[in-house]
């Protein structure tokens, strides 16, 4: 199960990583639409997924370290998704500080037929390739990140100014 695939074998892991998303997205895109969910933003695929997978409701501080981006564009990204009635934001009842957010209903439609996208993917990449190389690829991707969170957590460590060489 270790035949050439399109010559790709050569290519850098960051560029195949970038193509692998692409064919999910694409293909989550593509379902979403059909759904009628043809609206969600960019990120909200991951806004959606997130919650979907997470426990109960997710703090909106949580979101915006996640996804990356300044805290005025993850605003402006849950404003979105709360206008087109795929989220709903309520104060925290432990901290009213806090704001949270949560999916609705149409959310959750989104959430499931985003998810069967997924898993349509994922019973394609198995049929290629097999289940044990698909649960290694995962492995390999699970260090990957570990590696990253590591470095972050070893950045985050650092006092103010200083930058590890």
Do not use: F, W
């Not at 970038?18 to 009628?36: E, F, I, K, N, P």
């Not at 925290?92 to 949270?100: G, I, N, S, Y």
């Amino acid at each position: 199960m270790t035949e050439a695939r399109g010559g790709l074998e050569d290519v850098v892991l960051p560029a195949l990583l970038r193509h692998a998303r692409v064919t999910y997205g694409t293909t989550m895109r593509r379902a979403l639409a059909d759904a009628g969910h043809d609206d969600l933003p960019k990120n909200g695929l991951y806004v959606i997924g997130g919650l979907a997978l997470g426990a109960g409701d997710t703090p909106l501080g949580v979101l915006i370290r996640e996804l990356r981006i300044s805290k005025q564009a993850a605003g402006q990204l849950v404003d979105t998704l709360v206008s087109r009635g795929y989220l709903q934001r309520t104060v925290d009842e432990h901290d009213r500080r806090k704001l949270t957010v949560n999916l609705t209903e149409r959310g959750r439609d989104a959430a499931r037929t985003q998810a069967a996208a997924r898993e349509a993917v994922d019973a394609e990449l198995i049929a290629r390739v097999g289940e044990s190389d698909v649960n290694a690829a995962r492995r390999v991707l699970a260090a990957l990140i570990e590696i990253g969170r590591a470095r972050e957590a070893q950045d985050e460590k650092l006092p103010d100014g200083v930058e590890e060489s």
